[in-house]
């Protein structure tokens, strides 16, 4: 056998081949620079600097975090992208107010009912905040295409409420076709509900992607300056109060989420941000200023007790209660340069002091009459825009009006230690009983 103890093994060819030895006895490791990427100087930092810096990492990191909990995922490359495609998005889904005034039977007082009754519906199912505005934009979409009657009114909003639960939600979130046949207490059959949804979808072209309020809410809170989440609750309270109003429907998204937290951060005593308001940010916050100031009783009743928990920080509490005290929004600059001394012409100059003419200002025309009727509709042969008979009941004229008043002796009175959807009771009745008194009350099994 051959001895193999003393020999010496053959060293393996290797791809990298070791470095020559220093000739002094010393190896260094140099680097060596690329002509193209030349050395920077490197730059010393101080021990507190360095420490404020890892500090202020820790903190974003930790945001990043909370924000990913919630299910918001904040990348900052394609930040400025996602921006653009959403106000090209936004401004392709939006409604027309022109055909929406066209509307032979629809008027603009049965929307707060419809609005309040989805609101109702949407909070007892705990569906996510996008899909209330996303229902609400499949509406007015298909009102702006569709003739609708008054006794499918209600209909299309349950449809529009199925369709954006299914986009946005979760499956075992999503109402069923039996929980919709129940809440309108068996006024349409299942089967109309899932024709309605095609009717919708088909009229809508099934462009679903719309940037919703909340969305460019969430991106506005989580930017740079993250927002406290008392001031997001009280613009989510504000931008729901102008899904019941005619005057916010022809404002894009993105103006709406801003007017509403910029006027969210003036209720709460925050610093205003001059550089990020536009002019169209500006006149929601009036129109909203205003609504409030003068009919801060007549809100949503429902709307008011979602957000009068613990749980949104009892936003609408803080709102009615500044706007009952007499808080006004001022919208004139923070910032202003003093005048200017002026030097007269002559010693002798005395300015005439004359009277302003009186203005006469003249009310914008509010009233409910509708434009002219639409010839015909689009599809004659449409189940759902079919004519009726003029002896049908449900096409009478309105009798009554919806005007919820909002109770303040009972909005401080609900224990906080549950969550809000365990109040909630849908006890309201159909959307075409406001022109015949009907018995049938829309109701939830619990």
Known sequence: MKDVSNSVRAPRPSAYPKKRPSPHGVSKARKQQSPLYPAQAVVRKSPRGAKAEALVQRQREAQILALRREGIYLEEEYRDEIRFYMHEMERYTMSSMTSMDQQPEIRWHMRPCLVDFLVEIHFTFRLRPETLYLTLNIIDRYVSRRIVYVKHYQLVGCAALWIAAKFEDAKERVPTVQDLAQICRDTYDESAFIQMEGHVLSTIQWALGHPTAEAWLRMMCCGPCVEEPKVQHVARFLMEITLFYREFIEFTPSSIALGALTLARYICGKSRRIFEETEECLDIVELLDTRLAKHVNDLSE??????????????????????????????????????????????????????????????????????????????????????????????????????????????????????????????????????VPSPRLIAIVA
């Open 302 to 435: 429902t709307l008011v007790k979602k957000y009068s928990y613990a749980f949104y920080s009892k936003a609408a509490t803080s709102v009615v209660q500044y706007y009952l005290e007499g808080g006004r929004f001022q919208r004139q600059a923070v910032f202003s340069l003093p005048a200017l001394p002026m030097t007269p012409i002559k010693s002798s100059y005395s300015p005439k002091i004359s009277t302003p003419m009186s203005v006469s200002t003249t009310a914008s025309d509010l009233s409910d009459d509708m434009p002219g009727t639409p010839s015909s509709p689009m599809y004659s042969s449409d189940a759902f825009s079919s004519s009726y008979c003029s002896d049908d009941k449900e096409n009478l004229p309105s009798s009554q009006v919806f005007s919820p008043v909002v109770n303040k002796q009972h909005v401080e009175t609900i224990p906080e230690q549950f969550l809000p959807h365990d109040f909630v009771t849908i006890s309201r009745p159909a959307l075409h009983s406001l022109n």
